[in-house]
């Protein structure tokens, strides 16, 4: 996306917008600007609606990005900040709001000032997406062109962007799996291990140059925290005594032994971001598989994800292995022993009814898992164990 001001966004002040307009000309492909408009038959000022705003931001969504100024106005080409009349006492909220609207709903920020009379203005700075496109709730479809923002009815521009869009999700699903079944085959969390669970996350837009968010010091360090609070932490476990980091060309990754608990967490240069959990002994048995296991390695590939720059919609990935004699042919049970596996899962856990490999994939967004999505893979790995479970309510009892 263009950089509109000669200013971090987060250091955006009211000066900064006026001296912009000091020097501008006509809006162009990456801004525009809104404001309220005189009546042609009074001197009362028409509102400035909601639906304009969306289809704005829309607009850039679907093309480079951009910047909407709010309360700008061009008379006798000049620019002037007259603000609007604010639509609630929190106009930033009021643009959340607004802006829930959209799907998908592209990455924003935006910040507002109160101007003469109490009036407002606000800037939104919008993140192209990948995964066009982006739409009102009403399916509409909005694209900034030179300066202006037009609704898309052209059959052919709507089958770009849909095939971009299909493009994006189809680059996230396989992401997604690509980097949980690596981790499935990572030799450190072979050995001596009974069961694997694997979660890894791919999202549809990322900002450009992930390397250099993949390979910065602050993302190593984010990585180390996240470690520690989202699978220890969080959910009340010890720390391990001794993480191992590793780096190459292509990811990062953490891996750290916790006795019954083997961890690996690792980001690539794709934007992928997976966690695997290699589990023996009385773990199989007492320690809870969605809420201490899947939850939070969701919650910790979703930090590393926004990390690399990853926002929207996404892929998760849930990859399920487990040692089993019972499904092994021979040269899979050679295998498991020079590999140094440990036994198979005991029975009457849910490990020992499950086939040696599963994997369940949702479309999400890149933010933590809600308990209704962990709820759905709980359902669906249970009938992959054999065990009935229905979703939704049950019929009622005639």
């Known amino acids: 996306m263009y950089a509109l001001f000669d200013v971090d966004f987060e250091h955006l002040s009211l000066d900064h917008v006026r001296a912009f307009l000091t020097e501008a000309g006509e809006e162009g492909v990456n801004w525009e600007a809104k404001a309220e408009e005189p009546a042609k038959d009074s001197a009362q000022e028409r509102r400035l609606h909601a639906g304009q705003v969306r289809a704005a931001v829309c607009g850039f969504a679907n093309q480079v990005g951009g910047v909407l100024l709010i309360g700008a106005r061009r008379e006798n080409e000049v620019w002037d900040l007259p603000g609007i009349r604010p639509p609630s006492d929190e106009p930033e909220l009021w643009l959340d709001q607004v802006l829930e609207g959209l799907r998908p709903r592209p990455r924003y920020r935006r910040r507002a000032w109160t101007v003469e009379d109490g009036r407002a203005v606000a800037v939104v700075e919008v993140e192209p997406l990948t995964q066009t496109p982006c ?64 979660v890894s996350l791919f999202a ?28 220890f932490d ?55 598989l969605m809420d201490g296991l899947v939850w939070p390695a969701w919650r910790l590939a979703t930090d590393l994800v926004q990390a690399l720059g990853g926002y929207g919609d996404a892929r ?80 009622p009892v005639v």
Not at 210 to 220: D, K, N, P, T, V
Not at 260 to 266: S, T
Not at 339 to 368: N, S
Not at 375 to 385: C, D, G, H, K, P
Request: net charge neutral; hydrophobic share 35%.
């Open 204 to 231: 549809a837009s990322y900002e450009p140059d992930i390397g250099s968010r993949l390979f910065h010091e602050g993302l190593h360090k984010a990585l180390r925290a996240g470690f520690g609070k989202r699978l």
């Open 135 to 198: 739409m009102t709730r009403d399916g509409q479809v909005w694209e900034r062109v030179s300066s202006e923002t037009v609704r898309v009815t052209d059959p052919t521009r709507l089958h770009e962007l849909f095939a971009r869009g299909a493009e994006a999700r189809a680059r996230a699903e396989a992401g997604a799996g690509r980097a949980a079944r690596a981790l499935l085959e990572h030799p450190d969390a072979l050995v001596g291990r009974s069961a694997w669970v694997a």
């Open 234 to 288: 969080e959910i009340g476990l010890t720390r391990c005594q001794h993480v191992t980091s590793t780096i190459r060309q292509s990811y990062v990754e953490l891996g750290g032994d916790a006795g019954d608990i083997f961890y690996l967490a690792r980001t690539s240069w794709d934007g992928s971001a997976a966690v695997l959990a290699g589990l023996a002994g009385a773990t199989l048995q007492n320690f809870p």
């Open 316 to 395: 998760v990935h849930m990859g399920f292995r487990v040692r089993s004699l019972s499904h092994s042919t021979r040269g899979e049970l050679r295998r498991a022993e020079e590999l140094g596996m440990g036994p198979a899962p005991p029975e009457g856990t849910i490990y020992a009814k499950l086939p040696e490999e599963t994997h369940i994939q949702r479309l999400t967004e890149v933010r933590d898992p809600t308990s209704d999505e962990i709820a759905s893979v709980q359902r669906e790995l249970q009938r992959a164990a054999g065990l009935w479970t229905f979703e939704g309510q049950p019929d």
